[in-house]
């Protein structure tokens, strides 16, 4: 396998920065939060009408730009440092790689341009009351209803899923484990945010009460494309933590250059030194996992699943040593609210515990390489 980027990905880089810097900066974010809001229409509509980012791994005739994981993975490692406040991770990233891994053409032509054109906000809603999402605490039911089908179940942690146009709901059918598609403001949705650690990105309790949905995926077993929608997810959100982890780096670097203590920049201290040379290095073997994971679930496969994991599981604990280093060169200030250090340990608390621990993610890989 080849791994590398090409001049492209380094223009979109840089584009997607750009934009970033200008329209997602501190006070933004925190705007976003003080308000309440999940996201700037503006924002976002710039970011589907003009850079066609919400469509950037979505096939070209849905309206996308027919990218793959890598292309998304350079995407939210840049909003992972910004701490983008909109429903981009869960609309893009959860549910439109999952209605495309579905290989359902009719579902993807019913909601894929519309996530495409920005038009169209989506979620995937997957854990229960054991928290875990595994496939054995599934207990929502799925029952035939006239055409289509009935949901009756609780799901939890559901991102942004208070505010989605579009529920995708993991539930048990007669013939097994399936994803089935429901309306937001659906007869029989009822959707409470919750009260959550990361403030930049909120999660919801969605309870369904024989609520009327559309399997996705038709008749073919879930268990054969629901899996690789989790490696594409897992290596997504590691390239997110990477992005975050930068960040609290780069903050950390220029506050020990301008911070003088007895008479010099802290940044002199060897202690403080340290700190950052420790981080610097876990942060580029994150970075190397992360980037690894996305050129690898392009395809699926056993390699894939194994990149993911251990990249899930590797920047996650980087992103939260990142966070907390960061916090601790800032000293005093790191912990006020005015200062935006406590946002990222914050995400980067709420992303470890996403889609499975760091110890759960290494066990995984552990049973893929069979040690």
Known sequence: MSIGFTEDHEHLRELVRRFLQARSPSHEVRRLIRDGLGRDDEVWFQMAGQLGLQGIAIPEEYGGSGFGPTELGIVLEEMGRVLLVAPYFSTVALAGQTLTASDDEEARRRWLPGIADGSLTATLAVAEHGGTGARTEIATIAE????????????????????????????????????????????????????????????????????????????????????????????????????????????????????????RPIGS?????????????????????????????????????????????????????????????????????????HLFLRRAKSSELLFGTPARQRARFADLVEI
């Open 144 to 263: 035939p209803a006239g055409d289509g089908w009935a949901l009756t179940g609780t799901k939890l942690f559901v991102l942004d899923g208070h505010t989605a146009d579009l529920l995708l709901v993991v539930a048990r059918a007669e013939d097994g484990i399936g994803l089935f598609g429901v309306e937001g403001d659906a007869a029989g949705v009822v959707r409470t945010e919750l009260e959550s650690l990361d403030l930049t990105r909120g999660m919801a309790e969605v309870v369904l009460d024989a609520a009327p949905a559309i399997r996705v995926g038709g008749d073919r077993p879930s268990g054969g494309w629901l899996p690789r929608v989790r490696d594409l997810v897992l290596a997504s959100l590691a390239a997110e933590q990477i992005g975050g982890a930068a960040r609290c780096l780069e903050l950390a670097v220029e506050y020990a250059k301008v911070r003088e203590q007895f008479g």
């Open 269 to 341: 201290f060897q202690a403080v030194k340290h700190k950052c040379a420790g981080l610097l290095i876990e942060i580029e073997a994150g970075r190397s996992a992360a980037y690894h994971a996305g050129f690898a679930v392009a395809e699926p496969g056993a390699e894939g699943a194994a990149a993911a994991a251990l990249a899930k599981a590797y920047c996650s604990e980087v992103f939260t040593h990142a966070a907390k280093e960061c916090i601790q060169i800032h000293g005093g200030i790191g912990y006020t609210w005015e200062h935006d250090a």
